[in-house]
């Protein structure tokens, strides 16, 4: 039970690795507020978390919002007084090179993937400076790596990493005993995968999980429990002298 006593905020916890974050936060005895955009996947997950013994809270959340963001952790503050670990999880994958990409898609992943974890930062600091914990910001391997059908996606998880660091040095040099690190997943077998290959034929889809399947040096994708123990640890008092680095967990992808 590392998390006993430790509470948590995950953003797009409604379905994917977000909400195997949840589950495994809780399970550790952390009390979870988890949020998501998509508020009836939300409520049937904290029917589901809450029907298994689970401390959990569904918030709706527009992750793009700053006002929702003040709202959310309003709703924290007023509940709890504090915030221990703030996952900022929320994000899109729509697939296309850059000679496809259009301006607008561009645009929407730089809001929905690295924006939102601006404001999480910026606004979740007020909740934890001064009893300090962890935030965890969730990037990809394509943010090392890079993609060549996810040009806007690979730049605004980049971005998460590196406004990760200047985070975590910002917080060393204020004194607040808070870690902030990058967690890059590599290929995982959720929704958001799935989603990415939208706009992709059905041909040209398989053709592109076969090409990573083969590029991965365990041969297979990952699942989104298998993250969480990266996660876990992260939020818990283990990683205390951890903070401006990236965490893989992508099978041995970045070997390459």
Known sequence: MRMRNKIAL????????????????AEDGAKVYFTDINDVAGKQAAQQLTGGGLNVAFLQHDVTAEADWLRVLGQIKEAEGRLDVLVN???????????????DDFDRHINVNLKSVFLGCKHGLALM???GGSIINVSSITAICG?????????SKAGVRFLSK????????QGYAIRVNSLHPGYIDTPLLASGAHGLTHAEAIAVRDRITS???VRRRGTPEEVAGAVLFLASDDSVYVTGTEIVVDGGYACH
Do not use: D
């Open 166 to 173: 200047s985070v975590a040095l910002h917080c060393a040099e």
């Open 89 to 103: 999880n929320a994000g899109i994958a729509i697939s296309g090179n850059i000679e496809q990409c259009s301006p």
């Open 129 to 131: 400076k001064h009893k």
């Open 147 to 155: 993609e060549p059908i996810m040009p806007a996606y690979s730049a």
């Open 10 to 25: 995950i953003t797009g916890g409604a379905s994917g690795m977000g909400l195997a974050f949840t589950r495994r936060l």
């Open 215 to 217: 590029e991965i040096p």
